[in-house]
């Protein structure tokens, strides 16, 4: 996989050469290394609607591009700064860049792109934070009524933030925007190859590596969790924290339909931890389509701009925040559920037996077979016959 990745990273390095009216076997001025590369991010961020064979609609691009600012001017300074980093390796010779260097830098790009961009997504996500309550949602009516000058205006669909999961509607009277799940939509997927997609990079991940590590164990006592979880911090959570009474029983509840602990892989922790880091973590919605979760199923469905206005208004009166924690009693599991610590220790114990047993079989059998062998040099017909007796049906 890694390979057709880097294969396919390649094609567009090749159109940039060709977009710019130079050939791969020629060495590169840094100046002309830099319009490559800007190219190569450029049709990288198109995706599959780059043209990677139009010159001229290209060059206007990249000209209209700088124009505007926008995201052009650090985009390009992270393009500079990967050729700056290449130049302190020592690994160029001259001061011109043949195919395999400009090939290097590419890669480099390419590995380094998600994290990169995942700043946006920071920036984004706090414009959010900004526009909440405390709760990790927003009102749809603030989601839809950007002004003009705000640094990001939101246009999906009411139906898109049904889908993925990103609308709350467990108040029909107040509908509101889960930030977690909003970020982790197909949306915000900045760049789309033939076999990834860049998107924003998922907190909540953080978070349960964190957990994974300390408990070490598919599941876990409730008491072991809000103990370890009330220590977590996150970017809007600060660590040591009185977790709500709510929470705690909310977790018990968890661990009762289990045998006594709480699974870390199953809907219902996902659900909880939502709740614990209400910005950083989904919530733990079943999508009936794995397709509506991919960039490709949502192209050209956004609200117009006369819709959106409308949504703007639509909820303004309602009430901003709901005092009940939103909670279903669904329960998925990726894996089978893990058994109590009861029940592996006796498992443990019969299994430990069981190997006792068949080694002293093992050695009955091994003595039997040389007393067999001792006694034959002296025993007649009749008590061979007789010692076939003792021999074991094994």
Known sequence: LERLI?????????????LNHLTTSQSLTEAQVHEILSSYLLLFELGHKANLSDSRTHQMMKQRAAKAGGNWPTLVKFEQDAVADY??????????????????????????????????CVNMKQALMDLSDGSGRVATNKFYS??????????ESLEYLRHVGALDESNPKNPRVRIANYMAGPSNCIATSSYYSVCCISECEGLMNQLEAKVQAPSAAPERLLSLVKDMSSSSVAAGRQLPTAMADRLHF????????????????????HHAFPNECPYPEIAQDASVLTPSHWLDKKVAAADRKEL???TASAAESDAELAWTDEELLHVHPARSA????????????AMQL????????????????????????SGLEKAKKFDLPF
């Open 6 to 18: 880097f294969d396919e990273s390649l094609t567009l390095l090749n159109a940039s050469y060709s």
């Open 254 to 273: 968890i661990a009762e339909r289990h045998g006594g602990e709480v699974p870390l892989h199953g809907r219902l922790f996902a659900q909880w931890l």
């Open 358 to 381: 068949a080694m002293l079989f093992g050695l009955f059998r091994v003595a039997l077979s040389s007393w067999h062998s001792a006694s034959g040099s002296h025993m007649g017909l």
């Open 87 to 120: 130049k302190q390796t020592g690994a160029l010779d001259t001061e011109f860049y043949a195919y395999q260097e400009t090939s290097r830098i590419m890669e480099n790009l390419a590995s380094g792109y998600g994290k990169w961009q995942n700043s946006e």
């Open 146 to 155: 950007q002004s003009a000058t705000a640094d990001y205006h939101f246009s």
């Open 342 to 353: 009861r029940a592996r220790s006796t498992l443990g114990s019969l299994v430990r037996v």
């Open 312 to 314: 703007a208004t639509a």
